[in-house]
C-alpha cells in the first residue's frame, strides 16, 4: 500500500507510524466492533416488522460492546483567562467523574443488553408460533378438502 501526500510517497516514513498505532488502538481495545455497514438507517429499509426486529437485534448486540470514552477532540487553543480555566477545569472534573460515568454508562449498558435478550425471545417465540399456525391451518386445509371430496370419485 502506498501513502502519498500532497503527491509525494510518504510509505516509508508514514507507514511504520500508522503501523505502530494501529497496534497501539488494539492493544487498547479502542477499535469498534462494528462497520459502516451497522447503521441505524438499516431500520427503515425492513419490509417488514421481522426484517425490522432483525436489524434492530443485531444492532443491539453491537451497541452492548462499545465501549464510552470520556475524550472529546483537542480544541484549538483560545486566548483569555476563561479558556486557561476551562482548559484546567475539565481534565479535573473528568477525573473526578470518570466513575460515575462508567457506573452510568454500565447500567444502560446492562438494560440494553437484557432488552435484546428478551426481544431474541420474542422474535423466537413469535416464529414459533407463526409456524404452529401455518401447521394448524395446513391441517384444517387437509381435512376440509378430504370432507368436501365427493364420494366414489377419486382424484
Request: hydrophobic content about 40%.
Amino acid at each position: 500500500m502506498k501513502l502519498i501526500v500532497a503527491g509525494k510517497d510518504r510509505s516509508i516514513d508514514l507507514g511504520d507510524d500508522i503501523a505502530r498505532e494501529a497496534v497501539a488502538l488494539a492493544r487498547s481495545n479502542t477499535i469498534l466492533p462494528c462497520g459502516h455497514d451497522d447503521s441505524v438507517l438499516h431500520l427503515r429499509d425492513g419490509a417488514s416488522m421481522a426484517e425490522y426486529l432483525q436489524t434492530y437485534a443485531s444492532l443491539m448486540r453491537i451497541n452492548g460492546g462499545l465501549r464510552i470514552a470520556l475524550t472529546t477532540p483537542p480544541r484549538p487553543p483560545r486566548r483569555g483567562l476563561m479558556p486557561r480555566l476551562r482548559r484546567w477545569l475539565r481534565p479535573l472534573l473528568l477525573r473526578v467523574l470518570t466513575h460515575e460515568h462508567a457506573y452510568i454508562v454500565h447500567q444502560q449498558a446492562t438494560f440494553n443488553e437484557l432488552m435484546a435478550t428478551a426481544l431474541e425471545f420474542e422474535v423466537a417465540e413469535s416464529q414459533r408460533r407463526c409456524t404452529e399456525i401455518e401447521n394448524r391451518l395446513a391441517a384444517l386445509e387437509a381435512r376440509c378438502a378430504d370432507a368436501h371430496r365427493p364420494t366414489g370419485v377419486t382424484p
